[in-house]
C-alpha cells in the first residue's frame, strides 16, 4: 500500500562520529539565507546611525590621522617613499577587516542562538553571513584609499592585479579562525572577552602602522611567524608597490590553509550541538 500523497519524508539529525565533512552542496542550496542573513547584518550595522555606511570610511581615516600626528611627533618611520598617511590608511583598510571579521564570525553562533535553536538550517550559513558585512566595509575602505592615493599623487602598483589574492588570504584567514572561535563560543562564553583582548593587542603586534623593516633583524624571522605580517606586505607590495614580501607569503598561504580547512571541520563537528548549548 503506497504511503499518502501529503506524507512529507522526515529528516533524523544525530550527532555526528568523528570528523565530518562540511556539507556544502546543502550550503550552497540554502545560499539565499546566507544573502539575507548578510543584508540583515548590513542594515543592522548601520541603523539609527547619524553617518550610516560612512562609518567604514570614518573609521580607517581616523585612526590613520591620529597615528600619524602620533608617529610624526616621535619620530620618522620608514616607508619607502610612500606619504605616510596613504601608508598608514594601507595597513588600516587590512587591520579594520582583519579585526572586524573576526569578531563577527567568532560570536556569530551567540548572536544568532535564538535562530539556530528553533530552526534547522545549515549552521555554517552564520558565520559565513558574519564575513560579508566586512568585506563590504573593506571595498568602500579600499576605494578611499585610492582616492587618498590620488591626492597625494602616489600611482597604483602593477602589482595591484595580484590584490584579489592577497585579500582572499586575509579572507581565508579570518575565517578560518571565527569558525573555530564560533564554535568554541557556543561552549565557552569566554571568547566573547578574549576576542577583544587579542585584537587590541594584534594591532600592535602586526605590521599596520609600521613596516617590518623596522623589526631588528634578528626578531624578523620570529615576528614573521603572525600570518598577519604577510598579508599587511602582500597587501602594501600589490597596492603602492613597496617591497615584495617574497617567500614570506608562504606563511600566511599555508596559515590560511590549514585554518579555513580545520575551521570548516570542527564546525561542522560541533554545530550538532548548538540548539543545546545556545
Not at 25 to 36: G, M, T
Not at 189 to 209: A, E, K, Y
Request: glycine fraction near 6%; include cysteine; hydrophobic fraction near 55%.
Amino acid at each position: 500500500m503506497s504511503a499518502p500523497a501529503h506524507t512529507r519524508p522526515v529528516q533524523v539529525i544525530e550527532p555526528p562520529r568523528g570528523w565530518p565533512r562540511p556539507d556544502l552542496r546543502e550550503l550552497w542550496r540554502y545560499r539565499d539565507l546566507v544573502y539575507y542573513l548578510a543584508r540583515r547584518d548590513i542594515a543592522v550595522r548601520y541603523r539609527q546611525t547619524v553617518l550610516g555606511a560612512a562609518w567604514a570610511v570614518v573609521q580607517p581615516v581616523a585612526f590613520a590621522a591620529v597615528f600619524g600626528v602620533f608617529l610624526t611627533l616621535i619620530g620618522r618611520v620608514p616607508t619607502e617613499g610612500i606619504p605616510y598617511p596613504v601608508f598608514a590608511l594601507t595597513g588600516m583598510s587590512v587591520w579594520l577587516f582583519m579585526s572586524s571579521a573576526l569578531s563577527l564570525t567568532s560570536s556569530s553562533t551567540i548572536s544568532s542562538s535564538s535562530l539556530v535553536s528553533k530552526v534547522y538550517f545549515p549552521r555554517l550559513a552564520v558565520p559565513l553571513a558574519a564575513v560579508i558585512p566586512p568585506i563590504v566595509d573593506f571595498v568602500i575602505a579600499l576605494v578611499v584609499l585610492l582616492c587618498a592615493m590620488a591626492v597625494y599623487g602616489v600611482t597604483p602598483s602593477s602589482n595591484i592585479v595580484a590584490l584579489p589574492a592577497v585579500f582572499l588570504l586575509a579572507v581565508a584567514i579570518a575565517l578560518g579562525s571565527g569558525l573555530w572561535l564560533a564554535a568554541i563560543a557556543a561552549r565557552f562564553r569566554d571568547v566573547q572577552h578574549v576576542v577583544p583582548f587579542f585584537v587590541q593587542i594584534g594591532l600592535f603586534l602586526s605590521p599596520v602602522l609600521y613596516p617590518l623593516t623596522l623589526i631588528p633583524d634578528k626578531w624578523q624571522a620570529l615576528y614573521a611567524l603572525n600570518p598577519l605580517v604577510g598579508v599587511m606586505e602582500g597587501f602594501r607590495w600589490a597596492v603602492l608597490g613597496t617591497s615584495s614580501p617574497g617567500a614570506l607569503m608562504l606563511i600566511p598561504l599555508t596559515v590560511g590553509v590549514l585554518l579555513l580547512i580545520s575551521g570548516l571541520m570542527y564546525f561542522a563537528r560541533e554545530q550538532s550541538r548548538f540548539a543545546d548549548e545556545l
